[in-house]
Nanobody, 118 residues
Framework: QVQLVESGGGLVQAGGSLGLSCAAS????????MGWYRQAPEKQRELVAS???????VYAESVKGRFTISRDNAKNTVYLQMNSLKPEDTAIYYC????????????WGQGTRVTVSS
């Protein structure tokens, strides 16, 4: 059974930090790139960051220098450390087992809400 379970969202003031975690089934984690997407109200879901099984990363321009994606292969977990948060980072964040560093796969987590107040 494929599972992706996110945690760590919440409410934070602008300029603050939050860390997200996504625990994945071993069957999809070990060989897949993993990614974080987000969807703000009335906007399309967008790729925030991804990391391949080898550790190569991709970031959206809007989060470069502020967000860091990482993975712990022993724990089948991918992380997203978000610093210097802005109100425009407010969204539901989803974990995805990706087909490539820039292509989403069919398996999604349930999402975790991040709200950044100004």
């Amino acid at each position: 059974q494929v599972q992706l379970v996110e945690s760590g969202g919440g409410l934070v003031q602008a300029g603050g930090s939050l860390g997200l975690s996504c625990a994945a089934s071993r069957s999809i984690f070990s060989s897949n790139a993993m990614g974080w997407y987000r969807q703000a109200p009335e906007k399309q879901r967008e790729l925030v960051a991804s990391i391949t099984s080898g550790g190569s990363t991709v970031y959206a321009e809007s989060v470069k220098g502020r967000f860091t994606i990482s993975r712990d292969n022993a724990k089948n977990t991918v992380y997203l450390q978000m610093n210097s948060l802005k109100p425009e980072d407010t969204a539901i964040y989803y974990c995805n087992a990706m087909l490539s560093a820039v292509t989403s796969g069919p398996y999604w987590g349930q999402g975790t809400r991040v709200t950044v107040s100004s």
